[in-house]
């Protein structure tokens, strides 16, 4: 499964709820799909996205909050899945994209490549529900099971290190944060 | 020798009328208080986080939703999290109200404190944050109230040190 591939299939999904995506092949492939003013792409500040989402949907309890992560950003901060763990949102849902790979600095690969198990981390950190996807359509139906059971859920699922077919993004940082900001506030005003 | 309780009850006060709502945290000695506070208070957000990095993040996802929240880390801690306050904060423009132990200064008795308490000043002026330093009690509001909205008119982190002739009290 490619990463475009797996966000397709749960483009859906994201469409309308607050969605925190890391930097490089993940932020580009979701704005290639359709950028929308409730989507924040984490360009940068590696491994922050999961805190970012955790701060949102503690702050946001009536929105369903929507990380993309992938195992590079997540291994630079095995923390957050402790901390999210201890909070528990159960408007929060954690994906991991993993590519076992660096891919948008060179393709290095990560722990993971040498047997690293991110969801097994996630178990033991005490995430209440950690699911495991090979295909599109085990993605998929992990993806709603998760957003209907309204319990913190990390989906880790693997995917081909494949690079997007361009990285370019035709939105500053700054239009995006401002943009975000005010749809969030939006939101609040009309739920 | 201990941690001043009047003094902790004083900043907290001051971030309540500052209405904060959350507050990431990473446990210190001279915050015991602050953080005890915070997590008896029913109507506060008390996030404890594992590396102060984290709380960066949580504070940038909790501005973005509307919420106004602050920090409580120890100046090692602020040392830690330097990157996401410059590529985080700094390049999003995410205001920060960020209150910082001041430790291995004038006083200090641990000698492990002591190199983050030589270049804090110095960090944090090369990084251009603005900083104030709690010393009067008396003050302690209406320095809160006025770092915090510097933060929200800048849009950048600002930091409050929180020193030891506040914290800590010589019995």
């Given at each position: ?35 929308r003013p409730n ?140 943009q975000f900001w005010r749809c969030l506030r939006e939101r609040?005003?009309?739920? | ?171």
């Open positions: 499964m490619r990463t475009s591939e797996a966000l397709r299939a749960i483009y859906p999904e994201l469409e309308r709820r607050i969605i925190v995506t890391i930097m490089g092949a993940t932020a580009s492939e979701l704005y290639a799909l359709g950028h989507f924040f792409y984490l360009e940068h500040s590696m491994g922050l996205a999961s805190s970012m989402g955790l701060g949102i949907a503690l702050a946001l309890p009536a929105e369903q909050v929507i990380v993309l992560d992938g195992d590079g950003s997540l291994l630079m901060n095995l923390g957050t899945l402790s901390t999210m763990a201890r909070y528990k949102p159960g408007n929060l849902l954690h994906i991991v994209l993993d590519n076992e790979s660096l891919l948008s600095v060179g393709g290095f690969p990560t722990a993971t490549a040498t047997g690293t198990d991110l969801a097994g981390v996630a178990r033991a950190s005490g995430t209440p529900r950690v699911l495991e996807a090979r295909t599109v359509a085990d993605f998929k139906l992990a993806v709603s099971e998760a957003l209907a059971s309204h319990t913190l859920t990390t989906i880790v699922t693997k995917v081909e290190a494949v690079a997007p077919s361009s990285y370019h993004m035709d939105l500053t940082l700054l239009e995006n944060r401002f609040r005003r009309a739920p | 020798m201990s941690v001043s309780i009047t003094n902790s009850k004083l900043i907290y006060d001051g971030l309540k009328a500052c209405d904060v709502k959350l507050i990431a945290a990473l446990p210190e000695t001279w915050l015991v208080h602050l953080i005890r506070m915070a997590d008896e208070d029913r109507a506060m957000t008390l996030v404890r986080v594992a590396r102060e990095e984290e709380a960066i993040g949580i504070a940038a996802g909790a501005h973005l939703a509307g919420v106004n929240a602050a920090l409580l880390m120890q100046n090692h801690g602020f040392l830690a999290a330097i990157n996401p306050i410059v590529s985080l904060a700094f390049l999003y423009k995410i205001p920060l109200l960020m209150l910082i132990s001041y430790r291995g200064h004038m006083g200090e008795k641990d000698p492990w404190q002591t190199q983050g308490g030589l270049v804090t000043e110095p960090v944090l002026r090369a990084l251009g944050i603005p900083t104030s330093t709690l010393t009067i009690p008396h003050d302690i509001p209406r320095r809160l109230k006025e770092a915090q909205t510097l933060a929200h008119a800048s849009l950048t982190p600002v930091a409050v040190l929180l020193p030891r002739e506040l914290m800590w009290e010589e019995a």
